[in-house]
């Protein structure tokens, strides 16, 4: 057995305990906070679980806060999705994972009416253990047009700028070696006709053998 396929089997074991902990990663990242309206808009909300919560029963309720600070249930989660209804009715979509970790909701269709505060809860229970929960909150705001992506604008130009600095290099870079390879045949004609002309003193001494 050679040496490489020696290593692998050795390597397995390894790889083998890896494997499940890379699949239990989980990372918080922040929602979208932005929409254009008639479009559809991720309000991501992710709550990671300890590998002993895991098996803790999850009840996932989402809330529009209004402006008296009052919330509207519009969606729950226990054993599957449970849309409530409200003006959300037909356009709010269960977008989590099945763990329980991720407790996403997709809004299709979006008004500008849906500007405003949401908020995400999740209960976790476990038996002869107090419940806790977890709340996040997402602002939302709907625009009539999307707008201008700055980074993307500044990044046009400097690859414009990028592409002409190149291009005058490139040119200069030409230039320099017509020039260079011109400069070259110029010496080597001048050395051709050095070794092809014939010195006057040794004319005038053919010369005047000739007519002796």
Same mark, same amino acid.
């Given at each position: =057995?050679?040496?490489?396929?020696?290593?692998?089997?050795?390597?397995?074991?390894?790889?083998?305990?890896?494997?499940?902990?890379?699949?239990?990663?989980?990372?918080?990242?922040?929602?979208?906070?932005?929409?254009?309206?008639?479009?559809?808009?991720?309000?991501?909300?992710?709550?990671?679980?300890?590998?002993?919560?895991?098996?803790?029963?999850?009840?996932?309720?989402?809330?529009?806060?209004?402006?008296?600070?009052?919330?509207?249930?519009?969606?729950?989660?226990?054993?599957?999705?449970?849309?409530?209804?409200?003006?959300?009715?037909?356009?709010?979509?269960?977008?989590?994972?099945?763990?329980?970790?991720?407790?996403?909701?997709?809004?299709?269709?979006?008004?500008?009416?849906?500007?405003?505060?949401?908020?995400?809860?999740?209960?976790?229970?476990?038996?002869?253990?107090?419940?806790?929960?977890?709340?996040?909150?997402?602002?939302?705001?709907?625009?009539?047009? /999307?707008?201008?992506?700055?980074?993307?604008?500044?990044?046009?130009? =400097? =690859?414009?700028?990028?592409?002409?600095?190149?291009?005058?290099?490139?040119?200069?870079?030409?230039?320099?070696?017509?020039?260079?390879? /011109?400069?070259?045949? /110029?010496?080597?004609?001048?050395?051709?006709?050095?070794?092809?002309?014939?010195?006057?003193?040794?004319?005038?001494?053919?010369?005047?053998?000739?007519?002796?």
């Amino acid at each position: =057995m050679t040496p490489a396929v020696t290593l692998v089997f050795q390597s397995l074991p390894l790889l083998i305990l890896i494997v499940p902990v890379m699949q239990q990663v989980c990372v918080e990242v922040d929602s979208e906070t932005e929409a254009v309206k008639d479009q559809s808009i991720r309000l991501t909300c992710i709550s990671c679980q300890k590998r002993a919560e895991i098996t803790m029963e999850s009840q996932v309720n989402w809330y529009y806060i209004n402006k008296d600070k009052s919330g509207i249930h519009i969606l729950q989660y226990v054993d599957g999705p449970l849309y409530l209804e409200g003006r959300w009715k037909d356009r709010l979509l269960w977008n989590g994972s099945s763990n329980m970790q991720d407790l996403s909701v997709l809004i299709i269709n979006v008004t500008l009416n849906d500007t405003g505060t949401y908020k995400c809860e999740v209960i976790r229970r476990m038996p002869n253990m107090p419940a806790f929960r977890v709340t996040k909150f997402i602002h939302l705001v709907v625009r009539e047009e /999307a707008l201008p992506n700055i980074t993307a604008f500044y990044s046009e130009i =400097m =690859m414009y700028v990028v592409l002409t600095l190149m291009s005058v290099w490139l040119l200069l870079a030409v230039v320099f070696c017509f020039r260079k390879i /011109a400069r070259a045949e /110029a010496r080597a004609q001048d050395s051709s006709n050095d070794c092809l002309s014939i010195p006057s003193d040794n004319k005038d001494d053919m010369a005047t053998t000739i007519e002796d």
